[in-house]
């Protein structure tokens, strides 16, 4: 193992050692100790390239097998670009890579008060697979690693110079994690990728000019914390394939937020969008196979699993914060801030099976909160959201945002619980849509089997009022609404803000339970109508709702 960092003193020459002369790497300064970046001729006056440095330092540690490794303060300049094709061959007499960690175990990489500065300003077009024809040099690169950590740095990519057509989806992550367990990100601040600041993958074998091993494994275990990740061309988080990933407080904003360039969608702040290619025998040590379990018809199987995002902020604002897509499951978001800004998008798309989404605070602005389930059978979809506070106001050129929007996809969603939360509406003027909608989705696909929407707060001020006689605010496509208050500053008894329930409409249909329900106004009690239950027969539906007390 690479040793002596911290007692090795400036000065004393350590001679190139074993390690250096089987991996072909001669240090410049033998002045410093082996494992620091200074051996190897990295300026940290950020004056000259230190890719080579870089370059040199990750190689030794390879062929060591692990190490602390030191990046004294200063500023660190990459100035080199990767010219590489689809299928990450070197192009046009090229060997620049990333910086890539392989098989490495107890490796930690502290840079407390350093900078990596990647070249940014590069002329970006699409080659004939329609990728990035070059692509940023990664930071750090981990695959196939165990027990890794990476603290303290400030990483730049600096997309914001780029120019060209710049389809920037071509692997051009600041940190990547392959096939990797027990990795933790803390005290960083990355931000400025070209595609995502941070990746979480399985080992991808077909990497031969990157050097890659052909063991096909997701990563696990994997923490980021304390860190503010920011303004990626594409995602601040991109996720593959992983098995338990913890985000904790961390400040995480501005993900695909840059104009002028084409960047690959989706551009968010989290990106959960696994790989579903993997297809036949390839399977991962137990945990993931994309053939069904024996015995069954269908395909479950997912490439995500586990996920808690806690005590955190995140603010986008022009984009989405969170894009969940198939092959995801058991996510759970609890005691975070997320702040939409200006958005007209979905601040949370929320589209797995099994999620949570508890004690948080929620500022919709213009967008909406989102949330579809999908599953591949009945009984697997499961969504809580419980204890949240949620606002929704008006932008400035006055589109206003829904507090919720649920649509069942697919029909396959079994247990659905929004409770104990308070759904504030803080617009200005007469709203579009309603401010909750709770719906089945396709009516051809089914309805939800438990869908229960009880103890929550809703409040609809008189400026969102439409002016027709009846607003229809709130829809409840559920079994049970319960307990829950509705109230409203308008003072009228001839129109009103309507909270509509509506029994199922495919086969087989369901009744609506409703009962104790409140609706609360201004003006004297009992003549005040300025929010009730809308009346059903304004509607054309077959089964009726029913109101209890």
Same mark, same amino acid.
């Given at each position: ?13 350590i ?6 002369? *089987?991996?072909g ?7 410093h100790?082996v494992?620091?970046?200074?051996? #190897?001729?990295a ?11 870089? =370059?040199?330092?990750? %190689? ?13 303060p ?7 670009? @990767?010219? &590489? ?6 192009q ?5 890579r ?7 175990s ?21 080659d ?7 692509k940023?040099v $990664?930071?750090?690169q981990?695959n196939?690693? @165990?027990?890794v950590?990476?603290?303290?740095f ?6 914001q110079?780029?120019s ?10 600041l ?14 601040w990355?931000? =400025?990728?070209? %595609?995502?600041?941070?990746n979480?993958?399985?080992n991808?074998?077909y990497?031969?000019?990157?050097g ?10 994997? &923490?980021?914390e ?5 303004f990626?061309?594409?995602a601040n ?6 098995r338990?990933?913890? &985000? ?6 501005g993900?695909?937020?840059h ?13 959960w ?6 297809t036949?025998?390839?399977?991962d040590?137990g ?8 015995g ?8 995500n699993i586990?996920t808690s ?10 984009l989405?914060?969170i894009v ?6 058991h ?5 975070c801030?997320?702040d939409n ?10 589209s ?6 508890t004690?948080?605070?929620?500022d ?11 599953g591949?059978v009945e009984? &697997?979809g499961?969504f809580?959201? @419980?204890?949240n506070?949620v606002r929704?106001?008006?932008r400035?050129?006055?589109?206003r ?6 649509? $069942? ?6 247990q659905?619980?929004i409770?104990n939360?308070?759904?504030?509406d803080?617009s200005? $003027?007469?709203r579009?849509d309603?401010?909750i ?8 696909s ?11 707060y ?5 400026a969102?009022?439409?002016g027709?006689?009846q607003d229809i ?5 559920v079994q ?5 208050v509705?109230q ?9 803000? $309507? ?10 249909? #369901?009744?609506?339970?409703a009962r104790?329900?409140?609706?609360? *106004?201004a ?5 005040n109508q300025?929010?009730? *239950? ?15 007390e």
């Open positions: 193992m690479i040793s002596g960092l911290r007692s090795a003193v400036r000065g004393s020459r001679p190139r050692t074993a390690q250096e002369k *089987a991996a790497v001669v240090p410049v300064d033998t002045g100790p494992g620091s970046v200074l051996r #190897y001729g300026d940290p006056s950020g004056v000259t390239c230190s890719y080579q440095a870089l =370059h040199d330092l990750c %190689t030794v540690t390879n062929e060591v097998g692990g190490g602390d490794l030191l990046f004294p200063g500023t660190y300049l990459v100035d080199k670009v @990767r010219d &590489i094709d689809e299928y990450d061959v070197f046009n007499g090229s060997n620049i990333s910086m890539i960690y392989r098989n490495c107890g490796l930690r990489i502290s840079g407390f008060g350093a900078k990596i500065d990647i070249k940014g300003d590069a002329v970006v077009d699409n004939y697979f329609g990728s990035s024809d070059v940023m $990664g930071a750090f981990f196939l690693c @165990r027990n950590v990476l603290e303290g400030e990483i730049d990519g600096n997309v110079d780029l060209g057509d710049s389809w920037v989806e071509g692997d051009s992550y940190v990547a994690i392959n096939g990797s367990t027990n990795v933790t990100v803390r005290n960083c990355i931000h =400025h990728a070209w %595609t995502d600041n941070i979480i993958a399985r991808q074998g990497l031969v000019g990157e890659s091993e052909f063991r096909d494994t997701a990563s696990r275990q994997v &923490i980021v304390n860190c503010e990740i920011s990626a061309g594409r988080f991109g996720a593959h394939e992983y338990c990933l913890t &985000i904790r407080s961390c400040r995480v904003h993900g695909g937020n104009e002028g360039t084409k960047f690959y969608s989706p551009r968010c702040n989290f990106d969008e696994p790989d579903v290619s993997r036949g025998d390839v399977s040590q945990y993931h196979s994309d053939q069904p379990p024996a069954s018809s269908q395909n479950t199987n997912v490439s586990l995002i806690e005590m955190s902020e995140f603010y986008n604002a022009g989405r914060n969940s897509v198939r092959k995801t499951s996510m759970h978001v609890k005691q801030f997320l800004e200006i958005n007209d998008q979905q601040p949370l798309g929320f797995i099976p099994f999620a949570k989404l004690d948080n605070i929620i919709i602005r213009g967008g909406r909160l989102d949330i579809s389930l999908t591949g009984g &697997i499961q809580t959201m @419980r204890d506070e929704a106001r008006a400035p050129d006055g589109k945002g829904a507090a919720l929007f649920w649509a $069942g996809d697919n029909g396959f969603q079994t659905v619980m409770e939360n308070r759904f504030i803080e200005t $003027g007469p579009d309603e401010f909608t709770l719906s089945h989705g396709d009516g051809n089914g309805n939800p089997l438990q869908a229960t929407f009880r103890d929550n809703v409040f609809i001020p008189a969102s009022y439409s027709t006689t605010a709130v829809t409840m496509h049970m609404a319960e307990n829950n509705y409203t500053d308008r003072d009228s008894t001839t129109e009103f803000l $309507g909270v509509h329930y509506i029994a199922g409409t495919s086969n087989p249909g #369901y009744h609506v339970i104790n329900e409140r609706f609360l *106004a003006g004297v009690a009992g003549t300025a929010i009730r *239950a809308a009346d059903n027969s304004a509607f054309d539906l077959t089964d009726p709702w029913a109101m209890g």
